[in-house]
């Protein structure tokens, strides 16, 4: 156990903090709820778990034998970014009562092959923590399924941090500038990912 403390520490750090996934799921949990944006929670988890499993059995090789898919990857996901701020910026809870769900199971787990912080997570993974002695399938499912598990509590803090300030957005002129602040955090993020 004490040599899974890291990866599990690592995967926390990771899951945890200020990303693409967490932003979203913020903006979503403010507007739409918890229940809501489970299925993307679980979509972001699966992704991950799928990515992580396929940097761990050698996937990761391709950014170091061809950086250009790393570059793209990185232009790739800043303009999707650059997209979903434009969309969260613009939403209301007005609009969320309209909508059926916010972005789904399949958008939060494809979300994750352009994500550069998942893709970040999936190599760091790979390359630092994947146990010793194991046969590479069970070591990269052993490493996948513990930052599965970590990273469910992690995630959905941030959308029952969405969810816990929802009532301080019902007037429309804070939930807009909220909206607008994590839309614009979402911008930022891309921004930082093309420099």
Not at 1 to 24: A, E, W
Not at 29 to 58: D, E, H, K, S
Not at 83 to 99: D, E, I, N, P, V
Not at 146 to 172: C, H, Q, Y
Request: one cysteine or more; a positive charge; aromatic letters at 8%.
């Amino acid at each position: 156990m004490s040599d899974l403390l890291p990866l599990m520490s690592y995967c926390l750090l990771m899951s945890g903090t200020p990303g693409p996934n967490n932003v979203m799921l913020t903006t979503s949990g403010a507007n739409f709820g918890y229940r809501a944006t489970l299925p993307q929670i679980l979509g972001i988890l699966l992704g991950g778990f799928v990515l992580t499993l396929a940097c761990c059995l050698g996937l990761g090789q391709l950014f170091l034998a061809w950086p250009v898919a790393q570059q793209g990857l990185r232009i790739g996901g800043a303009l999707y970014l650059l997209f979903l701020a434009w969309k969260l910026s613009g939403a209301t809870m007005a609009q969320a009562g309209a909508l059926p769900r916010p972005l789904g199971f399949a958008h939060g787990a494809l979300f994750q092959l352009i994500n550069p912080k998942s893709w970040l997570k999936a190599v760091t993974l790979a390359s630092a923590f994947m146990p010793a002695g194991l046969p590479p399938l069970q070591a990269g499912l052993l490493v996948a399924v513990l930052g599965t598990v970590v990273g469910f509590p992690a995630i959905s803090m941030w959308a029952l941090f969405g969810v816990a300030i929802r009532r301080l957005l019902e007037r429309p002129a804070v939930q807009r500038g909220f909206n607008l602040c994590m839309g614009g955090a979402l911008a930022l993020l891309a921004l930082l990912l093309l420099r």
